[in-house]
């Protein structure tokens, strides 16, 4: 019984304890911070967007990247078209509710919103994010 209670409750140990030395030691957590991903049909809808997400602070920091070409299957059919891609930078924690948002304003049926971790960067820029991103 005790192993397997260690076994379950490991790995909320192991957060609590890399959340305590970030705390003692000013180090950063992976994963604490993350980049979404979203694609927009054109440059004045990625505006949009973006300050949509900015004037609602569920970024510090949202690029909007040039028009590229993109592939993919829609509805069984092999569909290109260009688009412009937001590289949303914000808390892990923020990704629900910037995801809910977007889905809610974006003119796409299913617009694409991706996120990664960031799981390494420039403490001083990671720390930025942190006091422009609200908690929640």
Same mark, same amino acid.
């Given at each position: 019984?005790? *192993?397997? *209670?260690?076994?379950?409750?490991? =790995? !909320?140990?192991?957060?609590?304890a !890399? ?36 004037? @609602?602070? !569920?970024?510090?920091y949202?690029?909007? *990247? ?6 993919? /299957? %829609? @509805?069984? &059919? !092999?569909?290109?078209?260009? &688009?412009?891609? *937001? ?20 003119? /796409?049926?299913? =617009?694409?919103?991706?996120?990664? =971790? ?8 990671? @720390? %930025?994010?942190?006091?422009?991103v =609200?908690?929640?």
């Amino acid at each position: 019984e005790v *192993l397997t *209670l260690l076994v379950l409750t490991y =790995p !909320l140990l192991q957060g609590l304890a !890399l959340h305590l030395h970030a705390a003692v030691t000013g180090s950063y957590v992976p994963g604490t911070h993350s980049i979404a991903l979203v694609n927009c049909l054109n440059e004045q809808i990625a505006r949009d967007i973006a300050r949509a997400i900015m004037d @609602k602070k !569920l970024a510090a920091y949202v690029n909007i *990247l040039p028009k590229s070409s993109a592939l993919y /299957f %829609w @509805k069984g &059919e !092999l569909e290109e078209s260009t &688009e412009i891609l *937001l590289l949303v930078k914000t808390r892990t924690s923020k990704i629900g509710e910037l995801s809910n948002y977007v889905r809610s304003i974006h003119p /796409f049926e299913m =617009p694409e919103i991706i996120s990664l =971790p960031i799981d390494q960067g420039n403490p001083a820029y990671l @720390k %930025w994010i942190e006091e422009n991103v =609200p908690r929640d």
